[in-house]
C-alpha cells in the first residue's frame, strides 16, 4: 500500500475522552441546575404563591408525598406511549414499503395519509373516547394516530432515495427484486426510518396526554387534570417533570439503539 | 469474444430524437484489453451499457461469447465510475455481495476475496467500512467486488475518473498488472489519451453526434508499460499524437 492512501484512512474509533464526557454530560447539567436555580429564586424574591407556581422545593415535596401513586400513573403513560410507538412502527413501516414499491399505490394512499394528517388529532380525542371509552385504547390510538405519519413519510423517502449507481450495481448482476430491495434499498433506507421513529417518540408522549386529559381515569395526563381541578399545582409540576422524563429516556433509548444497530450512518459521529 | 453488429441507439427526449449511436461495428478478441475513448457525448457509455445488457440497442445485435445479449449476464462485470460500495458492508461483504446475489458458493469464493484484496493491497483491510478507506482503496474495493465471480468480460466506465491525478496513474498501472495475471477480456471507458495508450491493445476512438466509430487505433507497445522514463517512449509519444489529432478538432476548423 502507498503513502498516498494510508495517509487518508481514518484511525479505529476510540472512545470518548474524560473531557468529551464532561462537555457531553456535564454542559447539559449546567444548565438544567442554572434554569432550577433562577426558578427558585424567582419564587422566593417575587413570593410567588404556590398554586400559581409552586418552588422546586414544593415540587419535590409533591412527589416525595405521593411517590407510590406517581409511579403508578407514570407507568400507565408510559405504556400507552410505547405500545402505540410500536404499532406504529409495526404498521407504518410495511405501508411506506408498499408506497415506495408501487407508483400506484403510491397514488392512491398518499393524499389520503396528508388528508388524515392534517386533521388535528385532538379533535378526533372525543370521538375515541365515545367508541372506546374511558380506558388505555383510546389513548394507544391516539398516540398510534401521531406516530403514524412521520414514520411512513421518513421511511418511504429513505426507501425512495437509494443512490441511482447502487440500484444499476445490483442491475447489472441480474438481482431480483427482492433481492435488491433486502440487499441494498431497505439497509440504505435505515437511518431515514430512524428519523422517522426519533420524530414520532417525541409526539407519543403528547399524544398520549391529549388522549388522557379528553377522558382517563389513569395516567400523568388525568393526574393534571385532577391536579388543576384541585389547584394542586406541585402535583401538575411534578407530573409534568415525570413526563419530561419520559420523553427524554425513550429519545436517547432510540437514539443508543440506534447508534448500536447502524454504526456507518452519516448521522453517527 | 464481444461483437456488436450495426448497433444502432436513439434516445427520444422532448427536443426530439438524439441518435447517440449510429451503426458501431466492433469485434473484441478473447483476453484482449479495448478502450474506448471519444469526447462527451459519444456514445462510449452507452456503448459499454448495452453490451452490459443494462440497455437495449435500437437496432443491431450484440453478443457475448457466442450469445445475443438481452439482459445482464452472469459472467460479464460493470465497474463504474463511482465505487458504489455499501457503506454498511465491510470491505470483504463487499466484495461478496455478487457472489449472494449470484448465489454461488461462499467458502469458495470468500476465499478468492482475499485473494483479490491482496492483489489490490488491501490486505489487513478486510473489516473496515467504506468510508474509513480513501477514494483511490475504495475503487480497488469495487475491482475486487468486479472480479470475484470471475468474469469473462470487464466493462469499466472512466473507473479512475473521480480520483485525483495520482491515484488514477497509480490504478492504471495496477490495473495493468492485475489484466497480466487474470484472463479477463476488458473494454475501458475513458476521457484520457495517456490512460487509453497506457492499457490498451486497441483503443476504439468514436466521434460524436451521432458516435461513430472513427478509427481503431493498434497500441504495439510491450507490456509491462509505465508512464514514466521507458524504453519505448518515442512510441507512446506517436500513439498519443495521433489520438491528440483523431480527438481534438485542428485550428484552422478541422471536422472532429
Keep these: 500500500m502507498t503513502s498516498e492512501t494510508l495517509g487518508r484512512r481514518r484511525g479505529p474509533r476510540q472512545g470518548p475522552s474524560l473531557k468529551d464526557r464532561l462537555t457531553d454530560w456535564g454542559l447539559p447539567l449546567l444548565g438544567l441546575v442554572a434554569v432550577i436555580a433562577l426558578w427558585w429564586a424567582a419564587t422566593v424574591v417575587f413570593s410567588i404563591e404556590k398554586f400559581l407556581v409552586p418552588s ?20 400507565v403513560t408510559l405504556l400507552e406511549t410505547v405500545e402505540g410507538f410500536l404499532l406504529a412502527a409495526v404498521i407504518g413501516v410495511p405501508i411506506a414499503m408498499l408506497i415506495a414499491g408501487s407508483r400506484l399505490l403510491e397514488k392512491m394512499i398518499y393524499p389520503l395519509l396528508l388528508a388524515v394528517n392534517a386533521v388535528p388529532k385532538i379533535a378526533i380525542a372525543p370521538i375515541l373516547v365515545v367508541w ?3 380506558g388505555q385504547m383510546p389513548k394507544i390510538v391516539m398516540v398510534f394516530l401521531l406516530c403514524f405519519f412521520p414514520i411512513v413519510i421518513s421511511t418511504a423517502t429513505g426507501l425512495k432515495s437509494t443512490p441511482a449507481e447502487l440500484a444499476e450495481l445490483v442491475r447489472s448482476y441480474g438481482a431480483s427484486r ?21 420524530t414520532a417518540i417525541s409526539l407519543a408522549v403528547i399524544g398520549a396526554v391529549i388522549a388522557e386529559f ?8 388525568f393526574v393534571i387534570v385532577q391536579s388543576g381541578a384541585s389547584a394542586d399545582t406541585p402535583l401538575a409540576f411534578a407530573s409534568m417533570v415525570l413526563l419530561g422524563i419520559i420523553s427524554i429516556v425513550l429519545f436517547y433509548g432510540l437514539s443508543a439503539l440506534e447508534n448500536l444497530v447502524l454504526p456507518w450512518a452519516e448521522e453517527n459521529r | 469474444m464481444i461483437e ?23 469485434e473484441v478478441d478473447g483476453n484482449e484489453f479495448v478502450t474506448l475513448v471519444g469526447r462527451s457525448g459519444c456514445g462510449k457509455s452507452t456503448m459499454l451499457r448495452m453490451i452490459a445488457g443494462l440497455l437495449k440497442p435500437t437496432s443491431g445485435t ?32 463487499n466484495v461478496m455481495l455478487p457472489v449472494e446475489i449470484l448465489r454461488l458458493d461462499k467458502a469458495v469464493h470468500r476465499e478468492r476475496a482475499h485473494e483479490l484484496i491482496e492483489l489490490v493491497g488491501l490486505a489487513g483491510f478486510e473489516k473496515r467500512l467504506p468510508r474509513e478507506l480513501s477514494g483511490g482503496m475504495q475503487q480497488r474495493v469495487s475491482l475486487c467486488r468486479s472480479l470475484i465471480q470471475n468474469p469473462k468480460v470487464l466493462l469499466m466506465d472512466e473507473p479512475f475518473s473521480a480520483l485525483d491525478a495520482l491515484t488514477r496513474e497509480e490504478l492504471s498501472v495496477e490495473l495493468q498488472r492485475i489484466k497480466m495475471e487474470q484472463e479477463t477480456t476488458i473494454v475501458f471507458v475513458t476521457h ?22 472513427r478509427k481503431i487505433v493498434e ?27 483523431l480527438l481534438v478538432p485542428a485550428p484552422a476548423g478541422g471536422a472532429a
Design chain 1, 214 to 221: 379528553v377522558g382517563a381515569d389513569a395516567g400523568l395526563g
Design chain 1, 178 to 198: 427482492m433481492q435488491a430491495f433486502f440487499k441494498v434499498r431497505f439497509p440504505y433506507a435505515l437511518p431515514q426510518v430512524m428519523v422517522g421513529l426519533k
Design chain 1, 56 to 75: 422546586p422545593v414544593d415540587v419535590v415535596d409533591a412527589f416525595i408525598g405521593q411517590a407510590g401513586y406517581l409511579m403508578a400513573q407514570t407507568w
Design chain 2, 4 to 26: 456488436l453488429r450495426h448497433v444502432s441507439q436513439v434516445f427520444s427526449g422532448r427536443q426530439g430524437e438524439v441518435h447517440a449511436l449510429d451503426d458501431i461495428n466492433l
Design chain 1, 132 to 134: 372506546m371509552g374511558f
Design chain 2, 192 to 213: 484520457s489519451i495517456e490512460e487509453a495508450v497506457l492499457l490498451a491493445d486497441r483503443v476504439v476512438v468514436l466521434s460524436p453526434r451521432p458516435g461513430r466509430l
Design chain 2, 62 to 93: 450484440i453478443t457475448v461469447a457466442g450469445e445475443p445479449v438481452t439482459k445482464p449476464r452472469q459472467d460479464v462485470s460493470f465497474m463504474f465510475q463511482r465505487a458504489a460500495l455499501l457503506p454498511w458492508r465491510t470491505v470483504l461483504d
Design chain 2, 219 to 245: 497500441v504495439d507497445i510491450p507490456r509491462p508499460r509505465t508512464l514514466g522514463h521507458n524504453a519505448h517512449a518515442d512510441r507512446v509519444t506517436e500513439v498519443s499524437a495521433e489520438l491528440h489529432e
